[in-house]
């Protein structure tokens, strides 16, 4: 059973930093990317980062310079550096993985706030 567990979230001040971090279990054949996805309230779940086997990264034109997405799809760990947050980054975070069958799983999710 694969699980992909989360964790790094919480409460933070406008212009301060948090380090989101994912391992995922179980059985998971040739990763191809994994990345974070956020969802705010009453919409819909958007693309913060994500990075492919080979290290190629992609991010959202509203977090590029602030995000960082590092890790190992070898190893099934990614984690995302969040510097200056902004109120606009508060959301739930959820960690993807997919694979080159086209799987995907999912994280359960974890509550980033940023006060003002």
């Known amino acids: 059973q694969v699980q992909l567990l989360e964790s790094g979230g919480g409460l933070v001040q406008a212009g301060g930093s948090l380090t989101l971090s994912c391992a995922a279990s179980g059985n998971i054949w040739r990763i191809d990317v994994m990345g974070w996805y956020r969802q705010a309230p009453g919409k819909q779940r958007d693309l913060v980062a994500t990075m492919a086997s080979g290290g190629v990264t992609d991010y959202a034109d509203s977090v590029k310079g602030r995000f960082t997405i590092s890790g190992d799809n070898d190893n099934q760990i990614v984690s995302l550096q969040m510097n200056s947050l902004k109120p606009e980054d508060t959301a739930i975070y959820y960690c993807?993985?997919?694979?080159?069958?086209?799987?995907?799983?999912w994280g359960q999710g974890t509550q980033v706030t940023v006060s003002s």
């Open positions: 993807n993985v997919r694979t080159v069958l086209s799987q995907n799983f």
